[in-house]
């Protein structure tokens, strides 16, 4: 068992580099000048499914942001693919999640200031 846990880590730590430079390299423009950046990556057992959860700044841009990732889902998992092709034999489905931990990090913040 142990082993499997040190393997999806090892994978999703890799997923979630090669997807931050994929996404770097876009660029802002690519989603409506908001920055967005991957805060983690998390992979299935089987190494089938990687759930990838996306912060973005600032957060008012989060939907449109989201639904640019959705769509180009594809072509992301495509490049990714050609980055990790010679490490996993089979290239995980992504999914995209918001990680809204800076509004909760913002709320507490706005709270501690009353």
């Known amino acids: 068992m142990e082993n499997e ?8 730590s890799q997923i979630k580099r090669d997807m931050a430079e994929i996404i770097r390299a876009r660029g802002m423009a690519a989603f409506s ?5 991957v805060s983690g990556v998390k992979v299935s057992p089987d190494l089938s499914l990687a759930k990838i959860y996306i912060s973005v700044f600032p957060s008012e841009k989060r939907d449109s942001a989201m639904a640019t990732l959705d769509q180009q889902k594809y072509a992301l998992r495509g490049e990714l693919g050609r980055l990790v092709g010679k490490q996993l034999r089979i290239v995980p489905e992504i999914a995209f999640f918001v990680d809204d931990s800076l509004d909760y990090v ?4 706005e709270l501690l200031k009353k």
């Open 5 to 12: 846990t040190t393997r999806q880590a090892k994978v999703a």
């Open 106 to 109: 913002e709320h507490i913040d």
């Open 33 to 37: 000048g908001a920055m967005v950046t």
